[in-house]
């Protein structure tokens, strides 16, 4: 099982860029499908992006166009790439990994980092 730490976090202001990175241990990495998922204050966890072992991602309407993820199997890590940023993205962030999981659904997903946070101000 892999464990997951998210970092690039931090405050921007609105238009600005930030990428996020996902670190996994473990030397199956390459075999979990991975996901970032949101957590805004006050609302509800939201799925974000999601990636399969073939690298082929799929991303939630709000952030189609803006964010862009990949992952580095070699490296043991995932990056969320986000551009455009607006006050509506503000959140914690969280990186997670899963085995056969249908992408965009965050309960299937296993393991869970500890989060990071992205402030965007206006």
């Known amino acids: 099982q892999v464990q997951l730490v998210e970092s690039g976090g931090g405050l921007v202001q609105a238009g600005d860029s930030l990428r996020l990175s996902c670190a996994a241990s473990?030397?199956?990495?390459?075999?979990?499908?991975m996901g970032w998922f949101r957590q805004a204050p006050g609302k509800e966890r939201e799925f974000v992006a999601a990636?399969?072992?073939?690298?082929?991602?799929i991303y939630a309407d709000s952030v189609k166009g803006r964010f862009t993820m990949a992952r580095d199997n070699a490296k043991n890590t995932m990056y969320l790439q986000m551009n455009s940023l607006k006050p509506e993205d503000t959140a914690v962030y969280y990186c997670?990994?899963?085995?056969?999981?249908?992408?965009?659904?965050?309960?299937?997903?296993?393991?869970w980092g500890q989060g990071t946070r992205v402030t965007v101000s206006s």
């Open positions: 990636i399969n072992r073939s690298g082929d991602a």
């Open positions: 473990g030397r199956t990495f390459s075999t979990y499908a």
């Open positions: 997670a990994a899963g085995l056969g999981v249908e992408l965009g659904n965050m309960r299937q997903y296993g393991t």
